[in-house]
């Protein structure tokens, strides 16, 4: 079990700059999770993915942000235009049974 | 919406000393309570769970049971040692089918314990 990983662990960016991030879950795990987590908040859920499909977006996910699993295993993240607001920690998990969600060490963006 | 509340930090205890963090939570229906960790340097794990009421989850010598009239699932632990300095989140999930799968974490409660 090698765990849920995440690439880049830091992004630097400038504003309006594209951005894209991997997911890496553990390799059984049909669920997948994106959450961003700003200095001193909790995580908050953005999407979530089971196997293929996207089946929820959190309204915090603007039109800027998107994500996709294509083939069912691996999952990106892309945000676009990046506003300064961005900057964030951005975290991946994953799970097999609802109730154990498994996350990834997260990519940190600064966006300046 | 759902939202879970925790005791603001830091909390500072010397070791040996007896915990408790305080989480209670607001959300329609029977959701299912986490407690999360973050030590420093690392990712969020998953500490202990409990997915009904009166539930009690444990693990590594920490306890919260899931009470639903008060809509609580408080963190305790009878002796904490410097190892367990850390920031630990309480979190909430829907029932599958409720909604969302997504979990709502509160702010996170930073723990220093002092040798």
């Known amino acids: 079990d090698t765990g849920v990983s995440q690439n880049p662990r830091h992004k630097i960016t400038k504003r309006g700059q594209n951005v894209t991030f991997r997911c890496d879950p553990i390799s059984e795990h049909n669920r997948l999770y994106w959450y961003r987590q700003t200095l001193g908040q909790g995580p908050e859920f953005l999407t979530y993915?089971?196997?293929?499909?996207?089946?929820?977006k959190s309204r915090l996910l603007s039109d800027r942000f998107s994500a996709e699993r294509p083939k069912g295993s691996f999952s990106t993240l892309e945000i676009q235009r990046t506003e300064q607001g961005d900057s964030a920690m951005y975290l991946c998990a994953s799970s097999l049974e609802v109730h154990e969600q498994y996350f990834g060490p997260g990519t940190r963006l600064t966006v300046t | 919406g759902d939202s879970v509340t925790q005791m603001e930090g830091p909390v500072t205890l010397s070791e040996e000393a007896f915990l408790t963090i305080n989480c209670t939570y607001t959300a329609t229906g029977y959701p299912s309570l986490f407690w999360y960790v973050q030590y420093p340097g690392e990712g969020l794990q998953l500490l202990l769970k409990a997915t009904k009421a009166d539930d009690k989850g444990s693990n590594k010598g920490f306890e919260a049971t899931y009470r639903k009239e008060t809509t609580s699932f408080h963190l305790e632990k009878g002796s904490v040692q410097v190892s367990d300095s850390a920031v630990y989140f309480c979190?909430?999930?829907?029932?599958?089918?409720?909604?969302?799968?997504?979990?709502?974490f509160g702010k996170g409660t930073h723990l220093i314990i002092q040798p």
């Open positions: 979190a909430l999930l829907k029932r599958p089918g409720g909604g969302a799968d997504g979990l709502t």
């Open positions: 993915f089971q196997n293929e499909a996207q089946l929820e």
